[in-house]
């Protein structure tokens, strides 16, 4: 036969990452018919959801964070960045509950408080991915992704246990619902792997995966892209910015990779030894001067 | 049989409504779409296309994996009287801008993101492109390209017209002829520009009854579809054929689930191309190797008595009382399960094409009870040329010409083909449609090859390629370089080998040992090497080498017509053949004329007679810097043997 067929299985991966940031700012398209397909429609900016007021956050004599305020609006992608040890995962810490702040409050959807569990906090509709995967090595695909979803689980442990009744179909719209992230996030392949068996780049898919199955209005990123390759971290951007479109979701992200938060944010709030030193859209912040100082040092 | 496409549609969705059409997965699950779905769903499409302004006989393009939607826009156009013509999805946006501007597309139907970008970076260069429907939406909300609408909307719209004219589509399908251009396929020219081959309905459905018959499908048969829609292959596999007998096509979740969809599903007519089948036996043998050592020993001991037993067993010949039990015992432990996990527990009929295939390689899935055979054909013909016969399947042949087929060897060696499946004609290109297809009805396949003692087509090489040989003992005999490279490259040892011998009184090989497995032969050996370069060199591969050519002799000696290209010196190469060097073509061919002249010194001393000869070869690194390699080449003599005269 003299026809060859092209290679299988080598089908690319979409490239929509850092190559091609104009996209997401291109004007809102205009037949609304195109837009019916999937429950959420066109991404809109809208109000404040999260307001962060004057926090500190001192362990000992260490100040962590001094008087940090900023607010992160509906359906954004809002950056925090910043030099190593300047309070990014902190900060993080801070609105997921995990620290509590001496001075200072947090307002969710105009509810204020000062202390929080991180329990209380997940049960509002935040979630989070970490630096340092905490997934269950020893666990599927699936089984790790349906742990997200426990506080929507209503049936009790023994019903559970023993896979009866009511607990057998929620069971079965939980797993519809993983089913449609292990789709969003393209890892078919993987669903019944264990997660201590893939590769790195995967493992991170997983864990966004897992925060993603919480169906969270604000999703907390700690360093997504950390030690990936370029290709990995183009996927990683594609879901980040999918994630937003798609479900609306606002998007909290530290990131050191510069050239992937020009890209993707919205805004972008820089820290430097505990301190807000900038705050604004990419372009301002690239500019500002403190900004330049801090990351490339200036000569005094 | 005088019908078309959406007529085929059509007759299944009336006789049996409920049955499934096709399967994809999702969600996990695999979901059926029954005929009577399918068939309301390309009424729809067609009457949303129609309504969007696509015209009879005019081409429309599709680009993406196999989902059920995509062969229904398929279906659609080919209602409607357009023609679609499928792309490769992994082609690059620049490739695809020739067959869009040659074919003047206006509509595209692609699957997602990935393809509409492709089409938004080359648009200002293909500008009569109007419409663009996507499948799926998925991150594509803000795009505010003008004509880019989701086939959802496409289908919404069609339903409207639809419920307006519910006789309406069966009327536009019966304005299809059987003489109707129904699809074009762009074949991947290695000059030039690719040339659009034009097939009809009747060409391929002819093709697609004749094959189906030859291997007795019917509609129970279960196919995964996993290759480009683009390859004609896979149009005749998943979808002439499908239709032809209303068969069931699964759709894989993704490329990357393709192994685990396949054990799913266990198709019973499978198709893939030999290095599916290597890759898959490499898997096995690595994961045997991992296993405990009982395992390994009922691995190597069933291994053996199906090695000797089952391709006997397979071509119907008598096989001893022991030997069945043995074999049946061996099929309860090993085989089966075997069989089982590659996901081929239910195949009948499985086919491979598209190069030579390894004797043990394809006797390795026959011997375990996988009915493999071996077919030729090419686009322009349709697939179906030749297939082998249940009972016939050899590794060096390439079957039977099948109903309706005639075959002819010309002059010079090609193979000429006849049959109601050829090409209509190049697209916009009767120079090269003249060139290919005679006044009087005969293809020119560009093949060389002979029918043998058993009316088996072999196939020797390209036409262009194939030489003789000029003075000695073998003057005037036939040399076919890539026939002798690929019988050495069946051995796990080595990697490339370029023949050299036209117009030559004997034949030379220059070879590239694979530095994996003869470095792994070397290590168990106890055998020390610094690098590749000293690897290829050691006496001990040499005489390795050697063994492997005279093996590759005394199998031409067998060969009237190849006794000629016997390899009387050859010599192992210092560094790899690489495309970075120009040495290699994109796709991993050797390119023999320019390999001569770059290692002239080496070729000169193959037939000067010298024992050795002293090379300096500029290598590219992949970082563009140069270097150099040299070395003092070895160069050997082998056995050759005397031709063995057939029989009769």
Known sequence: ???????????????????????????????????????????????????????????????ALTDISFNVREHEIRSIIGPNGAGKSSMLNCINGVYTPQEGSITFRGQKFSHMSSRQVAEMGVARTFQNLALFKGMSVIDN???????????????????????????????EYVEGIIDFLEIQAYRKTPVGQLPYGLQKRVDLGRALAMEPQVLLLDEPMAGMNVEEKQDMCRFILDVNEE??????????????????SDRVVVLDYGKKIGDGEPEDVRNNPDVISAYLGTSH | MQTTFPQLLLKHAAERPAAPAMREKEYGIWQAHSWSDLARLVEQLAAGLQQAGLRRGEHMVVIGANRPRLYATVLAAQSLGAVPVPLYQDAVGAECVFPLNNAEIRFVMVEDQEQVDKLVEIRDRCTQISNIYYDDPRGLRKYSEPGLESLDALIESGKAFVARHPQWFAAEVAKVQPGDVAAMFFTSGTTGNPKGVVHTHSTLIDRATAGAEFDRLTHAEEVLAYLPLAWIGQNIFSYAQWLACGYVVNCPESAATVTIDLK??????????????????????????????????????????????????????????????????????????????????????????????????????????????????????????CLQPDNQARADTVGVPIRGV?????????????????????????????????????????????????????????????????????????????????????????????????????ACVMINIDFDAVGNWAERRNLPYAGYTDLAQKPEVYQLMKECVEKVNADLASDTLLAGSQVSRFLVLHKELDADDGELTRTNKVRRGFIADKYGVLVEALYAGKTEQYIETVVKFEDGRTGSVSATLKINDCKTFAPVKAAA
């Open chain 1, 1 to 63: 036969m003299t026809t060859t067929p092209e290679p299988v299985g080598a089908m690319q991966v979409q490239d929509a990452g850092p190559a091609s940031p104009d996209r997401r700012r291109a004007a809102p398209p205009g037949g609304s018919a195109l837009h019916e397909v999937k429950s959420v429609g066109v991404k809109i900016v809208g109000d404040v959801i999260l307001d962060v007021n004057h926090i500190s956050l001192r362990f000992g004599g260490v100040k």
């Open chain 1, 145 to 175: 992704i349906m742990t997200g979803r426990n506080l929507k689980i209503k049936s009790n442990l023994l019903l559970q246990a023993l896979r009866i009744g009511p607990a057998e179909r929620e069971e079965i719209q939980h797993r």
């Open chain 1, 247 to 264: 479900f609306g979701t606002t998007i909290v992200l530290i990131e050191h990779d510069m050239g992937v938060v020009m890209d993707i």
């Open chain 2, 264 to 385: 799913e599903v266990g198709p019973t007519y499978y198709f893939a191309p030999p290095r599916v089948f290597e890759g898959l036996l490499t898997s096995v043998m690595i994961r045997m190797e991992d296993a405990s050592a009982l395992k390994r020993k009922m691995f190597e001991a069933c291994m053996n008595i199906a090695r000797r037993v089952g391709p006997a067993r397979m071509n119907g010949e008598e096989v001893g009382v022991l030997d069945r039990i043995k074999y049946a015992l061996g099929n309860v432990l090993v085989y089966g399960p075997l069989r089982n996990n590659l996901g081929f527990s239910r195949v009948r009929v499985a086919y491979t094409a598209g190069e030579a295939i390894g004797p043990d390689l394809f006797s390795f899935y026959r011997s375990i009870g996988i009915n493999l055979k071996q077919l030729y054909g090419s686009t322009e013909t349709a697939v179906f040329v």
């Open chain 2, 406 to 506: 005639e075959i002819k060897v010309a002059d010079n060696g090609e193979i000429m083909v006849k049959s109601a499946g050829l090409l209509k004609e190049y697209y916009k290109n009767p120079a090269a449609t003249a060139e290919v297809l005679t006044a009087d009805g005969w293809y020119h396949t560009s093949d060389a090859g002979f029918l043998d003692a058993h009316g088996h087509l072999k196939i020797i090489d390209r036409v262009k390629d194939v030489g003789r040989i000029k003075g000695g003992p073998n003057d005037g005999a036939m040399f076919a370089p890539k026939y002798v490279e690929n019988k050495l490259k069946f051995f796990p040892f080595i990697k490339e080998v370029v023949a050299l011998g036209d117009g030559r009184d004997h």
